[in-house]
Each structure stands twice: as C-alpha cells, then as structure tokens.
T-cell receptor, first 115, second 116 residues
Framework: GAGVSQSPSNKVTEKGKDVELRCDPI?????LYWYRQSLGQGLEFLIY????????KSGLPSDRFSAERTGGSVSTLTIQRTQQEDSAVYLC?????????????FGPGTRLTVL | AQSVAQPEDQVNVAEGNPLTVKCTYS??????LFWYVQYPNRGLQFLLK??????LVKGSYGFEAEFNKSQTSFHLKKPSALVSDSALYFC??????????????FGTGTKLQVIP
C-alpha cells in the first residue's frame, strides 16, 4: 500500500519568508509525528498528533513553528519568518497508534534550504 | 526523562566481517527499543524492535540486536557485513512505563561504512 508521502521534496526559500510543508500519513494511522534532521544532529522531535487529542508541541524550537492536522489525516508544518538555521530535512512519520510500541513509518522528507 | 546514546559517530568494517553498532539508553520503566536505518537519499526504515521476551531480537536484512538490561544497552549486530549495509543507523527508545502516549527519543545516529 501507499506509504507516508511528503511534499515538496525540496524547498529553497529566502530568509524571512514563510514555508509550508505537507505530510500525508498512511491511511488509518492515528498517530503522526514531525521530526527535523540536521546535518550531524540526528533526529529532533518537533510535534506529535494523536486523533483528536491535544498535540504534543514540546519539541517545537520557537513560536515561528506551528503545525496542524486536518481531519485526523493530512498535516501541515508551517515555519514563519524562516531563518538560515531552519535549514534541515523535515521528516514526517505515522504509526497505527501511540499505545504500545508501534513502529513509526517515515516519509522521504522535505529538504528545506533557507538562503 | 528518557535518553539514548550512540557513542560512535562512524563505524568502519570490512566486508564479510561482523559488525556492531552501539546503543545505550536510560528510561524510568521498562524500555521499548528500536533500530532504524537510513540509506543514502532514502527515508528511515524500521529494522527491529525489542518489547519483551528474548533478549536477542532478529530483524530485517540479517540484522539482530541484543537487549542487555544490566548494561542498559541494545547493540545492533550482523555476523557478516555487506557493502550495501553502508548507511546511517538510529537507535530509539520509548518508556514502556504506564499506558497512553509516550514519546520516542532517537539517538544521534551512527554512520556505518562497509569497506569492500
């Protein structure tokens, strides 16, 4: 079946512009995660959604970052007034449920470059 | 707070030799442990996980990992490395204490280079 998809695959923007990154999780997966992968930094947790529950936003690095998940499916990560340090690969993952040790299924990522 | 450490940024091994990628963790309760692999220009893929039961867990592509509670380790191993195993490997941990949502914490990754 279809996996997690993300768009765009690459995004180049100028400092100060806003960007939107999209994630389509696997159908039926209730949990959705956003991570950031910077060169040499590993995976940094950003935000987590589970059904209609309040999202866990504890990983968002600043108030310039926000995310929403519409209808329990597609999610959009928005970065306002982008800075050069925002340059990274943004990964989305979904899992059937956060209850228990479910495997996360990752999308291919969006590579964001802020000039 | 939970944490996971991958002490080696890079591991080099000759093709055909056994490989080990190290991981140690810290959680309050019993750990759920995972290994993921990221091949060049591809997304992260699940390799294996430990929940409970046998300490030796077998996963995809001939990989296995050994859970050692006393050493709080979950090292990834393979008896004979292939050049195609060259990739970035991530260890992850989730606290199994209690129910409900628990965040997964990923390590910083270890780059495995298999030399022909």
């Amino acid at each position: 079946g279809a996996g997690v998809s993300q768009s765009p695959s690459n995004k180049v923007t100028e400092k100060g512009k806003d960007v939107e990154l999209r994630c389509d999780p696997i159908s039926g997966h209730t949990a959705l995660y956003w991570y950031r992968q910077s060169l040499g930094q590993g995976l940094e947790f950003l935000i987590y959604f589970q059904g209609n529950s309040a999202p866990d936003k504890s990983g968002l690095p600043s108030d310039r970052f926000s995310a929403e998940r519409t209808g329990g499916s597609v999610s959009t990560l928005t970065i306002q007034r982008t800075q050069q340090e925002d340059s990274a690969v943004y990964l989305c993952a979904s899992s059937p449920s956060p209850q228990g040790p479910d495997t996360q299924y990752f999308g291919p990522g969006t590579r964001l470059t802020v000039l | 707070a939970q944490s996971v450490a991958q002490p080696e940024d890079q591991v080099n091994v000759a093709e055909g030799n056994p490989l080990t990628v190290k991981c140690t963790y810290s959680v309050s309760g019993n750990p759920y442990l995972f290994w993921y692999v990221q091949y060049p220009n591809r997304g992260l893929q699940f390799l294996l996980k430990y929940i409970t039961g046998d300490n030796l867990v077998k996963g995809s592509y001939g990989f296995e990992a050994e859970f050692n509670k006393s050493q709080t380790s979950f090292h990834l191993k393979k008896p004979s490395a292939l050049v195609s195993d060259s990739a970035l490997y991530f260890c992850a941990v989730r606290d199994g204490l209690g129910g409900g949502y628990q965040k997964v914490t990923f390590g910083t990754g270890t780059k495995l280079q298999v030399i022909p």
